[in-house]
């Protein structure tokens, strides 16, 4: 089953290109992380589609006041750690396909240091591929507070520095019996 928000964001069109400027000058940056998990798609789903789940492998987030499952549309407030300072944003799924995509949407963030424009869409997705999976997760930022002369670095270093190691979704997965 597909499930998509009406709601509109920022283009993820252009893939070659992980940090642009419009022609306003707003700077967008988008960031790719994979793993791969020796669990069947369905189990990894059951970490990813879950509240409380998907907040023990994520470490940036405090809190969310979603429960049980994430539903298509629903608002709820997620409190995150960003940039070492502690915020808090409206956050909704705005595509849901099961067993495959969870696509959310984080605005109108509050917090010292952070611009309230602020908008970021998160979007994973699970690959089936034999008994393991494929987990590719897209953070696309705009209006991020990073000077654009510095998100070239933060990129790099994203991309290209030492990954995080173990990637807790797959710790947490793969010692699920």
Same mark, same amino acid.
């Given at each position: ?16 290109? @992980?940090?642009?400027? @419009?022609? *306003?000058? =707003?700077?967008? &940056? ?13 189990? =990894? ?7 409380? /789940? ?10 969310? +006041? ?10 709820? &407030? *997620?409190?995150?750690?960003?940039? #070492? ?8 799924? *705005? @595509? ?14 509050? #917090? ?14 699970? +690959?089936?591929?034999? #008994?393991?999976?494929? =987990? *590719? ?20 270093? /994203? ?16 010692? +699920?019996?």
């Amino acid at each position: 089953m597909h499930r998509h928000s009406k709601a509109s964001f920022f283009s993820l069109r252009d893939k070659g290109s @992980n940090i642009s400027r @419009n022609t *306003t000058g =707003v700077t967008f &940056m988008r960031m790719v992380f994979r793993t791969q998990i020796d669990r069947p798609a369905s189990a =990894v789903w059951r970490n990813v589609i879950k509240p409380e /789940s998907f907040q023990k492998w994520n470490d940036k987030i405090e809190s969310m +006041e979603a429960r049980d499952e994430f539903h298509l549309g629903e608002p709820f &407030m *997620t409190r995150y750690k960003w940039r #070492g300072k502690q915020t808090q944003c409206m956050s909704v799924a *705005t @595509n849901i396909s099961d067993g495959r995509v969870l696509e959310l949407r984080h605005s109108d963030f509050v #917090g010292n240091g952070v611009d309230p424009r602020m908008e970021a869409l998160e979007r994973i997705v699970l +690959e089936q591929r034999g #008994g393991r999976t494929m =987990v *590719t997760r897209v953070l696309s930022i705009k209006h991020h507070g990073v000077p654009f002369f510095f998100a070239p670095i933060l990129w790099f270093v /994203s991309r290209f520095g030492k990954p995080k190691d173990p990637d807790p979704l797959k710790l947490m997965c793969e010692a +699920e019996p």
